[in-house]
């Protein structure tokens, strides 16, 4: 990607001298060294920002060559009046196959001008021909009303373009009810990219929202060309609970899309939406899970979806299963209903926040959790035969570490697996046949 990295490289000297001073990271620069010769599999986790400054919400992808790109999100001050939104910056980082992380460079135009956070990422996406994309939420000024809203900027990280809003702005006005004083929001957003040359980003939006508590909507927007244009907004579907945040998946020539349905009893629980391939049409959303949730407020929890050549996964907290904690439901490609529902940390004290990837019949989930003899940590149980036996949950962050928030990509060879644990960004590559030998044992 030279014309980004060509534009950002001052951004890239900088970060670069505070990665030299960081003496935790030798150690494991030379074990990658020492790694070349075989798969890319590492003992350790590898800190990708660096130390001295706060941060949270990676996101990760691959492309068609091994390279993994992680997008981050660097904390700022916070802003007064506005509630926990703090000025924050992004951040991107390629890391080779064949090679240590290298620098990160900053994404965004405007120092600044980021509101993402653990529950409202930033996204990266790669497209069918090696196109890496951005979405991520931005402050900005209202032209309608002249309040603060947060909109939702597009960038392609590989052709050099400015950024594009893809949100229409909004009418309605939710500044008095809103926390943070903003009069609308996009957020809690997702990008996916099809085979051919299409990409599609979703997200949460309050326009037609009463309260800032009222249910919202899910809006979709288009490329047929790799990011150069996008189709106008798009209302999806409604009646979503304001914060679910929905993730989506290409699958079988559509798109699988999470979100948290919210009925007239104010239940509040996982549905898994196909959604066709122009955005035109919506199937029928389908509950996943066995009992209801019913509460007044968001609960905030996420919903990761994958799909694999013959499987489509949904892993979720479930409030209402015993026990309650992260759990797992697969079908065919041909299904409507979920099943085969499986608590995948059942004897852990507290299991959240799952991610979870798919390649083939592989699948791979990791969460955080805590335990009996341990505080928070990242966790990682994966399966070889399309989620019907799943690996021993193991940890992958450090006992004596608090680690949360993870993200997870995988291809034919290996995955890596990002999280936050101490305001940084860490990130460990595993061979998958280290992971299926470790299974079969």
């Excluded at 909004?170 to 500044?175: F, G, M, Y």
Aim: hydrophobic share 40%; charged share 20%; with cysteine.
């Amino acid at each position: 990607m030279p014309t980004f990295t060509k534009a950002l490289t001052r951004t890239a000297i900088i970060y670069a001298r505070s990665y030299r001073r960081s003496a935790r990271l030798w150690p494991v620069l030379l074990a990658l060294l020492t790694s070349f010769q075989g798969l890319p599999a590492l003992a350790e986790p590898v800190a990708i920002s660096p130390e001295g400054v706060r941060a949270s919400a990676v996101d990760i992808a691959y492309d068609a060559d091994g390279t993994a790109w992680l997008l981050w999100v660097q904390k700022g001050a916070r802003i007064p009046g506005a509630g926990h939104a703090s000025a924050d910056d992004l951040y991107l980082t390629r890391w080779p196959a064949d090679a240590p992380p290298e620098a990160p460079v900053m994404v965004n135009a405007d120092t600044g001008q980021v509101r993402a956070s653990a529950l409202s990422r930033a996204r990266i996406a790669i497209d069918s021909a090696g196109g890496v994309h951005a979405l991520y939420p931005v402050a900005d000024v209202s032209p309608i009303h002249g309040k603060p809203v947060i909109n939702i900027r597009y960038r392609s990280l590989s052709a050099g373009a400015e950024p594009v809003q893809l949100n229409t702005p909004a009418d309605n006005d939710l500044s008095s009810t809103s926390h943070s004083n903003v009069g609308s929001a996009a957020t809690f957003l997702s990008l996916s990219a099809g085979p051919d040359n299409d990409l599609y980003a979703l997200w949460i939006d309050s326009r037609h929202s009463e309260f800032t508590e009222s249910n919202s909507s899910v809006y979709g927007s288009r490329s047929l060309n790799n990011g150069a244009t996008w189709s106008p907004d798009t209302p999806l579907f409604e009646q979503v609970c304001p914060c679910c945040q929905p993730d989506t998946v290409w699958s079988n020539n559509q798109l699988l899309v999470s979100s948290r349905q919210v009925d007239a009893e104010s239940h509040r629980d996982p549905h898994i939406h196909r959604v066709a391939a122009d955005l035109g049409s919506t199937k029928t959303a389908v509950r996943v899970g066995n009992d209801r949730w019913q509460l007044e407020g968001c609960p905030l929890k996420r919903i990761s979806v994958a799909a694999g050549s013959k499987q489509e996964y949904v892993a979720w907290y479930a409030e209402m299963e015993t026990p309650k904690g992260v759990w797992l439901g697969r079908r065919s490609l041909q299904d409507e209903s979920f099943g085969n529902y499986t608590p995948l940390h059942p004897d852990a004290a507290v299991s959240d926040a799952p991610a979870t990837a798919a390649h083939g019949d592989a699948l791979w989930v990791v969460w955080h959790a805590k335990t009996a003899d341990a505080g928070r940590g990242i966790y990682l149980s994966a399966s070889d035969d399309g989620g019907a036996s799943m690996s021993t949950p193991e940890r992958l962050s450090e006992l004596d570490s608090t680690a949360a928030f993870p993200a997870i990509a995988l291809n034919e060879r290996e995955a890596i697996i990002g999280w936050e644990t101490g305001g940084q960004i860490f990130a460990i590559r595993r061979a998958r046949t280290e992971t299926v030998a470790q299974h079969e044992h």
